[in-house]
Every structure is written in C-alpha cells, then in structure tokens.
C-alpha cells in the first residue's frame, strides 16, 4: 500500500519568513496530494491539493509543488503570521473510481514565532 | 466550501458501555464517508469506509464488531463503539465526498474526542 513520510515534524519560523514542509510518496499511481491544517482539537482543512498532471499550483500565500518522477511534493508557506500556527498533515490518494481513500503523512507542528 | 458535521464534539463514558458518534453531510448528498481514528500528535488513521446502503470496508486491525459502521442514508454516518474501554479514547474523525465534486476531495467533520472512565 501506500506510505507517506513527512518532514519535519516540528518547524518554528519567525513571522514573516517562509516554511516549507515536504512529503514523499510510495505508490506512483497516486495522483492526488491535498494538504490539510489542523488545529488543535478541530477537524483538518484542506488548504491545496494539487493532482498528477500539474506541477505547481498557489494560492495567494501557499503554494504547493509537486515532482512525480521523484515521487515528492512540498507546500510553501509564505509571508507567515501567527494564524498559519498549527499541524499540517500532506495525504496522497490513487485512482479508485471514486472511492479515493486518503493516506497521511506523519504531520508538521508549525509554530510561527511573532 | 462543503460542510460536515460531527455530534458530539466531546463524550465521556464509562468502561463497558456503547457510544455512537454521528457525521453528517450538511449541503451535500455523501454517498461515501470514511472514519479515522486520531491519538495525540499522530496522524489520521483510517479505520474504515462507508458507503450508503452497503456493509462498511473496514481496514486492516480494525474490528468491526467494536466499531459498529451504519451509513443509513446520503447525508448521515454513524460509528458506535461497543463495549468501550479506555484503549479506546482517541479523537474520531469522519470525512465525506461530494460525488459531484472534484475526483478525491475530502471534507472532514470537527472530529469527536471519546473519553472513556
């Protein structure tokens, strides 16, 4: 099955700088990679995803990279603020005829430092 | 954006008793739920998928005679946890797909922590 690994688990960034947190994936027929922000004692919330036949995708601050033949893809969070504090987990899923189920990476504490 | 819901937020319960947990799709008809598991710090773990009108796909490890999978209707799951013991307190989070959305998208209820005493 698939595995999705995570780096770095914690991350501190002063505000205003950037954060990048990066994935790796097993299954190169995956082809979906959402990422999600989780707060504490909340649900996750996509943020981005970005599919196989795309390379990059931004968001005003986020962005999200995507290297398939690598089998990597990383979110970009730029111009931080002490709002973008929280857990972000990357997921990847496989085709499944609508029945795409999701495997998670490890999760990244991000903790933005005012 | 697509809403989801989750009842109870929080449940405390004694060992040995049942609790269901509710997920319900808000504005859109989810004819596919999944539910996770959550301990502290870690990631989500699936336990299992639902579809409606048909017996839960439950992973590997996870008994489905504990976690009882109804998903009755287009926009409402239901996980009961039979016989609850400590082990089992975690955070549980259910998700559902729009099949009218885009291919892979998730949205997630606000999760619901178990307690059990």
């Known amino acids: 099955g698939e595995n999705v690994e995570q780096h770095p688990s914690t991350l501190s960034v002063q505000e205003g700088d950037s954060a990048v947190i990066k994935c790796t994936y097993s299954?190169?027929?995956?082809?979906?990679f959402p990422w999600y922000k989780q707060e504490l004692g909340k649900g996750p919330q996509l943020i981005i995803d970005i599919r196989s036949n795309v390379g990059e995708k931004k968001d005003q601050r986020i962005a999200v990279t995507l290297n398939k033949t690598a089998k990597h893809f990383s979110l970009h969070i730029t111009e931080t603020q002490p709002e973008d504090s929280a857990v972000y987990f990357c997921a990847a899923a496989r085709p499944a005829g609508g029945n795409e189920k999701l495997t998670f990476g490890t999760g990244t504490r991000l903790t933005i430092i005012p | 954006g697509a809403v989801v819901s989750q009842h109870p937020s929080r449940v405390i319960c004694k060992s040995g008793t049942s609790v269901k947990i509710e997920c319900r799709s808000l504005d859109f008809q989810a004819t596919t739920m999944f539910w996770y598991r959550q301990f502290p710090k870690q990631s989500l773990m699936l336990m299992a998928t639902?579809?409606?009108?048909?017996?839960?796909?439950?992973e590997q490890g996870v008994e489905k005679d504990k976690f009882l999978i109804n998903h009755a209707s287009l926009t409402l799951s239901t996980l009961t946890v039979t016989s609850a013991h400590p082990e089992d307190s975690s955070f549980y989070i259910c998700s559902a797909r729009d099949p009218t959305g885009r291919t892979g998208e998730l949205f997630f209820g606000e999760g619901s922590r178990l307690t059990v005493l």
């Open positions: 299954d190169s027929a995956s082809n979906y």
């Open positions: 639902s579809n409606e009108g048909s017996k839960a796909t439950y």
